[in-house]
Each structure stands twice: as structure tokens, then as C-alpha cells.
């Protein structure tokens, strides 16, 4: 299931429905929200993408909640669960040798698949669809249906970009999904977070004395791409080669029209510019995923140089506040795909969950298979010295058959498996940039939890008790009585 375009995924929605079509004329400022938030937050039956055909002041329709359930999530990387994508990275990142000739082609079958769908090559193209109408001298935001979330907003903001700027000194691309605050026509403000590649650009720019980051902000395109700019890869690896794995077959580029730069050519809209990074403004208030107006701070300012666009575009847009939101699944694709990852570094560990009700940085259930004395501690802070883990606010760790999935038994093994004066870990470390609990900016408390049944020779000497199951054979017995009691009609 591979998408050219936001308009495959569109018509595959439409087919399997799961996208409504709003044709009475809404406003950007605040009524798509309600509508939306009323969509997600609803029954199940309602949960679905909303294409809103006329935008109060646009001519441009506005898709959102593209990404809103996990089904749709799953489709839009191609496959029908989102558990498929951990299995088929696993897979491919096995590190046992084959164990015969039949593993061993199929495992370089699995490899030349992966370099075939990355490309080796950027694949390049002279005339894309994203640049069939440009606006260079005459390039306004003002065209563009761009929301006003909630009341205290300080503006309009895009929400679902992907933010395209190189590295100022080795020229390596970093994709990102930051917003963008609408200053005036011209001018946006790039809310890159200190911990993320852009603003790490940035300070080697200032760190060169450079005036200007060539930047583009991307709309639409594959899903995958979308996606792919909220996923938090390492640095230096650059997000699209995931997006062509992801979606089995490398991404078309074609030159920007103003910038140094190379943009996705099956995109939606493009709006080229640059990013002064010596140039601050007051940025927000901004309703987050956190559920609460994050301040205002100083951010750069991005300057228009051009918009391109197809003949008719859709505008791609997204909404964060109270969970769940959209972003709700579009995170669970993230920890289903980086989990065969996370187990290179902490091959103990057996799954994880990042609840959205922690707003996936202030929450990590982890099951593990214990081994030794402390391994749950090591395994806490294991996780705190990894990538973005190292943001986690609060990690709990449980043995490996407990389902942190279902957030009902990991609650009962958490509460009734801890011993708060001995099985808990307090530090100070880095947190999220929203974190607005934490008494310093980034920087704050954090706290790992062993909830694993403990061991003597962790000073646990009373015997730990068993779980109360039933008998197999019972529960073997009952199965084949089940349908003739009566209990389901």
C-alpha cells in the first residue's frame, strides 16, 4: 500500500469511510477546532478525517484528523496494524546470524528491499506538482486556512509542517514538525524546541556567524513524510530515508525556486524562506499537547521568499490540547516503530507504552525480563541516557507478563509491587522544553519506579507472593461448556 500523494490516502478514506466531507463554510478561528475536538473526544463511530471544502477567507480546502485513530494511522504507513511495524523492523534489524540458505537469501531479500525503497540516490525530478502556481514577490500567508486553535492563542499557527533546513556546516537535511506562528503575511515564527535538530542548526549557524538558514515548510505529500517529521530519529539521519522505508519507495524531490533546497514534489504546498538566526519575536501563547497554553518565549523569525502550490491544494492540519488528540496515535506509531530500537541499546526489555495521558514524555511503562539484582534500575536509567528517552519524566518498570498496554494492570502492579521508601529513584535531568511543571526551563525531577516482583538478594526476605490464576485445565474445560450455559445469547 504505497500513497504517491496526500490525495491517494484522501481516496482510500473516502472509500473505506473514514473522511466526511463538510460543506458548510467554517472559520479557522476556533470553529474547526470545536468540530474537531467534538470528532475525537466523541464516539467511536465519529472518529473520523474531516475534509472542510469551504474555510471562511480561503478558497483552499483543510483536511485534519487524517491521522486520528489507529487504523488510519496504521494505513498511512502502510500496513493494517500498528504492531506491524515493529515486527517488520524487528525483523530486519535481527542481529542472529541465519541459521540456513533459505534465511540467509531471505534476509538479502530484506535488505535490497530497504535500499530500493530508500534510494540511493536522491530520485529528482525537473517539473513536480507541488510547482504548478508560484508566488514569488506576490507569496502570501493570507491564502493559506491557517488555524486559530484555542481562545488564548497568540495567532494563527500551522500545525502539521514539515520544516526542511541542512545542517550550516555539514550540510546534512533534518526534517521536523515545528509550529509556525502567522507574524504577518511574510514572516513566520519557528517553534524549534531546544532539544531538536532545527535549533541545534541554529546555534551552529550563530556559532559560523552564518545570516541565513535556507528553510522550507512542507504541506501534505505522502503520509508517511508527514509523519515522518515528528519522528525522533537520531541526529543526522535524515527523516525521508524513513519515509521511503516506510513506504517502499524513495521520495521525489525537486529544487526549491528561492532556497538551496530540496522539497518533497508530490507535497501539497511549499513555502520557501529562510530563518534568521539572529532574529527573535515573542512566540504564543500556543494550546499544546500538554492541554495547557505553553508562555511566550523568543523564537526565530521565518522569512517568505516564495509559496508554491498544486492548481487545487488541500491544506494538511492538525489540533493539540486536553488528550486524546490526533497526536494521541500518531505517537503510538512512533513507540510501536522504535521499539526493535529501543532493544538493540536494552535488548531486555520486552514492550513499552508512552501514555498520551503523560503526554508521552511525562510517562514510560516498561516490561522487561528480569535477570539479576537491580536490572530494573538499569534499565531506568539506561532509558534516561537514550536519545529523547532522556526527556521521560517518570519511568516504571514491570516484569515481562505484564501488558503495559492495558493501563489497568499496569496500575495494579504498580501500586500493589512497590515499596515507596525503597523501590523508587529521584534525579534531576533534562525534561521537555513544554515541561511547565519543572521549576527550571528543560531541567527538572524525575523518577523511575521498580514495580518487578523483587528478588532476596535485593533485600526482599519475606517471599514474594504468586499472582492468583486459575487452573489451565479448568479454564480448558470451561471453554468447551462456555457456549451451552447461556451466559452469551
Given at each position: 500500500m504505497t500513497f504517491q500523494n496526500l490525495r491517494d490516502f484522501i481516496k482510500l478514506l473516502e472509500e473505506r469511510r473514514q473522511l466526511v466531507r463538510i460543506t458548510q463554510p467554517v472559520s479557522a478561528e476556533l470553529e474547526i477546532t470545536e468540530i474537531t475536538d467534538r470528532v475525537i473526544k466523541g464516539p467511536p463511530e465519529l472518529n473520523k478525517a474531516l475534509l472542510f471544502e469551504h474555510?471562511?477567507?480561503?478558497?483552499?480546502?483543510?483536511?485534519?484528523?487524517?491521522?486520528?485513530?489507529?487504523?488510519?494511522?496504521?494505513?498511512?504507513?502502510?500496513?493494517?496494524?500498528?504492531?506491524?511495524l515493529n515486527q517488520r523492523l524487528g525483523k530486519l534489524l535481527d542481529m542472529r546470524l541465519p541459521s540456513g540458505l533459505a534465511e540467509t537469501l531471505g534476509r538479502g531479500q530484506d535488505f535490497f528491499g530497504v535500499f530500493k525503497s530508500i534510494g540511493l540516490r536522491p530520485h529528482k525530478v525537473r517539473r513536480a506538482p507541488v510547482q504548478a502556481v508560484i508566488h514569488t514577490t506576490d507569496a502570501s500567508l493570507e491564502q493559506l486556512p491557517i488555524l486559530k486553535s484555542w481562545p488564548q492563542d497568540g495567532g494563527r499557527f500551522i500545525t502539521l509542517p514539515q520544516v526542511i533546513t541542512r545542517d550550516p556546516q555539514t550540510g546534512t537535511r533534518n526534517v521536523g514538525m515545528y509550529r509556525l506562528q502567522v507574524v504577518d503575511e511574510r514572516r513566520l515564527l519557528v517553534h524549534w524546541q531546544r532539544h531538536k535538530g532545527g535549533a541545534e542548526h541554529?546555534?551552529?549557524?550563530?556559532?559560523?556567524?552564518?545570516?541565513?538558514?535556507?528553510?522550507?515548510?512542507?504541506?501534505?505529500?505522502?503520509?508517511?513524510?508527514?509523519?515522518?517529521?515528528?519522528?525522533?530519529?537520531?541526529?543526522?539521519?535524515?527523516?525521508?530515508?524513513?519515509?521511503?522505508?516506510?513506504?517502499?519507495?524513495?521520495?521525489?524531490?525537486?529544487?526549491?525556486?528561492?532556497?538551496?533546497?530540496?522539497?518533497?514534489?508530490?507535497?501539497?504546498?511549499?513555502?520557501?524562506?529562510?530563518?534568521?538566526?539572529?532574529?527573535?519575536?515573542?512566540?504564543?501563547?500556543?494550546?499544546?499537547?500538554?492541554?495547557?497554553?505553553?508562555?511566550?518565549?523568543?523564537?526565530?523569525?521565518?522569512?517568505?521568499?516564495a509559496i508554491t502550490h498544486r492548481k487545487d491544494?488541500?491544506?494538511?492540519?492538525?489540533?493539540?490540547?486536553?488528550?486524546?488528540?490526533?497526536?494521541?496515535?500518531?505517537?503510538?506509531?512512533?513507540?510501536?516503530?522504535?521499539?526493535?530500537?529501543?532493544?538493540?541499546?536494552?535488548?531486555?526489555?520486552?514492550?513499552?507504552?508512552?501514555?498520551?495521558?503523560?503526554?508521552?514524555?511525562?510517562?514510560?511503562?516498561?516490561?522487561?525480563?528480569k535477570r539479576f539484582p537491580g536490572h530494573a534500575r538499569k534499565v531506568i536509567f539506561g532509558l534516561w541516557g537514550l536519545a529523547l528517552m532522556s526527556l521521560t519524566k517518570a519511568v516504571v518498570i514491570f516484569d515481562e507478563w505484564v501488558d503495559v498496554q492495558n493501563l489497568s494492570q499496569a496500575a495494579w502492579q504498580a501500586l500493589g509491587n512497590v515499596d515507596w521508601s525503597r523501590d523508587v529513584v529521584i534525579a534531576d535531568g533534562p525534561v521537555d522544553h513544554l515541561d511547565h511543571a519543572s521549576y527550571q526551563h528543560s531541567f527538572g525531577g524525575k523518577i523511575g519506579i521498580d514495580a518487578t516482583a523483587k528478588l532476596p538478594q535485593e533485600g526482599y526476605t519475606r517471599g514474594w507472593p504468586e499472582a492468583a490464576r486459575m487452573d489451565p485445565a479448568v479454564q480448558s474445560r470451561i471453554d468447551t461448556l462456555w457456549k451451552r450455559l447461556g451466559i452469551e445469547k
Open positions: 474555510v471562511t477567507g480561503s478558497e483552499i480546502p483543510l483536511l485534519i484528523n487524517a491521522f486520528g485513530s489507529a487504523q488510519r494511522m496504521a494505513w498511512a504507513l502502510g500496513v493494517q496494524d500498528l504492531d506491524e541554529q546555534r551552529t549557524a550563530q556559532r559560523l556567524s552564518k545570516e541565513a538558514i535556507p528553510a522550507a515548510i512542507v504541506l501534505g505529500g505522502d503520509p508517511a513524510s508527514i509523519w515522518c517529521a515528528s519522528a525522533p530519529l537520531p541526529p543526522n539521519i535524515d527523516e525521508y530515508l524513513l519515509a521511503g522505508y516506510l513506504r517502499g519507495a524513495p521520495i521525489s524531490f525537486v529544487d526549491c525556486i528561492t532556497q538551496p533546497l530540496e522539497v518533497p514534489a508530490q507535497a501539497e504546498i511549499v513555502i520557501e524562506g529562510y530563518v534568521d538566526p539572529s532574529e527573535h519575536l515573542p512566540e504564543g501563547p500556543f494550546g499544546d499537547h500538554t492541554g495547557y497554553y505553553t508562555p511566550v518565549e523568543l523564537f526565530p523569525v521565518f522569512h517568505v521568499t491544494p488541500i491544506y494538511p492540519a492538525t489540533i493539540v490540547g486536553i488528550p486524546p488528540m490526533e497526536d494521541v496515535w500518531m505517537g503510538k506509531a512512533t513507540e510501536r516503530l522504535f521499539l526493535p530500537l529501543l532493544r538493540i541499546f536494552l535488548p531486555e526489555v520486552v514492550d513499552f507504552n508512552l501514555p498520551a495521558e503523560g503526554g508521552f514524555h511525562n510517562l514510560a511503562l516498561v516490561s522487561i525480563k
